[in-house]
């Protein structure tokens, strides 16, 4: 396993690409050079460590002559211009250029005080200073009446905090920019954000970190003062300096040895810390996603990959899986690969999983998984939607989702799971609806699987008597309509759609009140939502020609003015889907084929029974919408 000190190498390793998140090494050549944001980045990194002991920032020290002295009085100061020559190439250029920053910052000074600030106060200041002088000295002065108004601060936290005061309910955005620039030079620095932190845990300033750069979550009451300061400010406006800066201290807070969760000295990486602590850095990516990439783009990436390369890798994989079925073997493995792993990491997890699916017995380890059959389907539906939302190449997500379909489809067939559905005898309503179940709860697997049980499940979700038994059994209105809701959801996963018969809209043609008034009264018990009635079929016709928006035709065959068959020819003109139920007396061969020369959708022969009509009914509604037509 990955030990204490191959975590420091990763820490140094991410120092070595990613320093402070600051921008590359700036070459200064004027004083001006120095008061860019990269010149100020430069000297953050050259300096940190003076900064951190004395809580000051990059823009302090360049508007103050008393810091200024400060650092130049320290042991350290040649061995620092030393470092930094040696960074610009420029070697003994620096010290007279430091010496004239020095001078200009002093003459500056003493030519114009910085005035005291107020939160009341320094937008308006702020705004005086700039217009009253060139863009750069009206900028340098602003940051100097700011460098006197931080003295009063002995910590980052204090300094923050002053500064946090000033951008109260502030707009402006040119008084905003050097307040933004201050908080995120505190934030850049590791002792600057332990301080804003009070010294919080690891995990705890973690997630104060990336709750502020991601937005997705609320900072606790418990937070520290500044962090609520902070949150409240980028909620509010844009700071992009402080904004960047968070990201810089969450990459530097990922390069630490610290750890996410807890663990006891003689555990520090055994299986169950490992598959905590990769849980864990699994969460922190995912609320740093953005769409395709992270907050703070390939350098978070980075970060993210290194820390998870000391957790998973061909060596860590098969103790972090120890113990599991292999059902909970794949969920990590699945979740590992959504992780922002390095190449190695990726490959890693990448073979372990392929190496399953590749396996001899995989069907009958997976099928073991589980005891009851609908816990094998609804498990091995799971399993094909890993690979269908995994970090797979299309083809190979195809083929091993396709093995999911192919062992489950086997299973169903085996188990004789779909026979009550596709006897001869109806089945049980009871039986059907927990089927529906199952399918709403998204059991069955794309593909083969899907399709038997939509094909079978469609036929008998449409049966007079399951009908009666789900939908008619409803007490009233509303609970009907929710069930019908309910039904067209579950059998929706599948692909099947649902009749709802009381959306249905029917005419009744036929020229005997008798008969009629039967065929109305059936449709009506059955549940058909609304009917119209026509005495003969130029009647009929003329209830078509004026609104036909009908879902189903019922009509005799004998009628005066215009028969049956006129009627049939007459809708098959202008629709040809439309259902259409021919009743008739003459159920001969003869009369039945010409009945199908004008493509009637089925015939039903008098005298018939209510349960003959409803078969029927249901029978030319659903040859319209099944599955496959």
């Known amino acids: 396993m990955a030990s204490d000190q191959s975590i420091e190498d990763g820490r140094d390793s991410g120092r070595d690409v990613d320093t402070d998140g600051g921008s590359d090494a700036v070459v200064c050549r004027t004083p001006e050079d120095f008061y860019t944001p990269q ?9 940190q460590r003076y900064f951190d002991e004395n809580a000051l920032t990059p823009t302090e020290l360049l508007h103050s002559p ?37 001078r200009v910052t002093r003459e500056r000074l003493k030519d114009a005080q910085p005035p005291d600030l107020t939160p009341a106060s320094y937008a308006a200041t702020a705004e005086r200073l700039i217009a009253a002088r060139d863009a750069f000295t009206g900028r340098f002065m602003v940051d100097a009446a700011l460098t006197t108004h ?42 600057g954000t332990a301080s804003c932190s009070l010294d919080a845990p690891f995990v705890d300033r973690v997630d104060m970190i990336v709750s502020l750069i991601a937005g997705d979550k609320p900072l606790s009451d418990e937070a520290p003062p500044v962090f609520k300061g902070l949150e409240t400010l980028v909620r509010r406006t844009a700071m992009p300096v402080l904004s960047d800066s968070l990201i810089v201290a969450l990459r530097r807070e990922l390069s630490k040895p610290d750890r996410f969760t807890i663990t006891s000295a003689g555990d520090l990486f055994g299986v169950e810390a490992v598959q905590r602590e990769i849980m864990a850095l699994s969460q922190v990516s995912q609320r740093l996603r953005t769409g395709e990439g992270y907050f703070g783009g390939a350098r978070t990436e980075a970060a993210l990959q290194r820390r998870s390369a000391l957790l998973v890798n061909e060596d860590t994989l098969p103790e972090i899986t120890k113990g599991r079925t292999l059902m909970q073997k794949l969920r990590i493995l699945f979740v590992l690969q959504r992780m922002p792993l390095s190449p ?17 017995d995989f069907a009958g380890r997976l099928l073991d998984c589980w005891k009851e059959k609908t816990e094998k389907l609804k498990g091995l539906s799971e399993v094909q939607k890993l690979v269908l939302d995994s970090a797979f190449a299309e083809e190979a997500r195809d ?38 179940r199952l399918a709403g709860d998204g059991a ?26 789900f939908l008619l059994g409803a007490t009233g209105g509303k609970e009907r309509s929710a069930r019908a809701s309910w039904m067209r959801g579950a059998l929706g996963v599948i692909g099947v759609p649902f009749i709802d018969l009381g959306a249905i809209r029917v005419l009744v043609v036929d020229d005997e009140d008798g008969p009629r008034h ?53 809708v098959r003109e202008v629709r040809r889907d439309l259902p259409f139920l021919m009743v008739t007396a003459l159920a001969t061969l003869k009369a039945v084929e010409r009945a199908l020369a004008h493509n009637v959708s089925a015939y039903i022969a008098k005298p018939f029974t209510p349960e003959q009509l409803e078969e029927k009914v249901f029978l030319v509604l659903t040859q319209k919408s099944a599955p496959g037509a």
């Open 39 to 47: 010149g100020r980045d430069s000297i953050g990194r050259h300096c």
């Open 344 to 360: 190695s990491a990726e490959r890693a997890v990448n073979g372990y999983l392929t190496q399953f699916f590749d396996g001899r």
């Open 444 to 469: 069955f697997c794309r593909g083969k699987s899907r399709a038997a049980v939509a094909k079978a499940l469609y036929r008998q979700v449409h049966r007079p008597r399951f009908v009666r038994s």
């Open 66 to 102: 008393r810091h200024q002295q400060s650092l130049s009085n320290i042991p350290t100061f040649v061995a620092i211009l030393q470092q930094a020559e040696r960074a610009m190439d420029r070697k003994g250029a620096l010290t007279a250029l430091v010496n004239e920053v020095a």
């Open 399 to 436: 083929h091993m989702a396709g093995q999911i379909d192919e062992i489950q489809n086997a299973f169903i067939r085996t188990q004789r799971l779909l026979s009550p559905l596709q006897g001869k005898d109806e089945p049980n309503p009871d039986t059907v609806l927990e089927m529906v």
């Open 518 to 570: 039967f065929v109305e009264s059936v449709l009506r018990d059955l549940g058909i939502g609304h009917i119209d009635t026509a005495s003969d079929g130029q009647e009929a016709l003329l209830r078509l020609a004026g609104d036909g928006a009908y879902d189903l035709i019922v009509c005799d065959w004998m009628m005066p003015k215009a028969s049956g068959l006129d009627v049939l020819r007459r």
């Open 150 to 191: 931080l003295y009063q601060g002995r910590s980052f936290a204090e300094k923050a905090r002053l500064l946090l005061e000033l951008a109260d309910g502030l707009e402006d955005a040119d008084a905003l920019a050097p307040l933004d620039r201050l908080l995120g030079e505190i934030l850049r620095s590791d002792t």
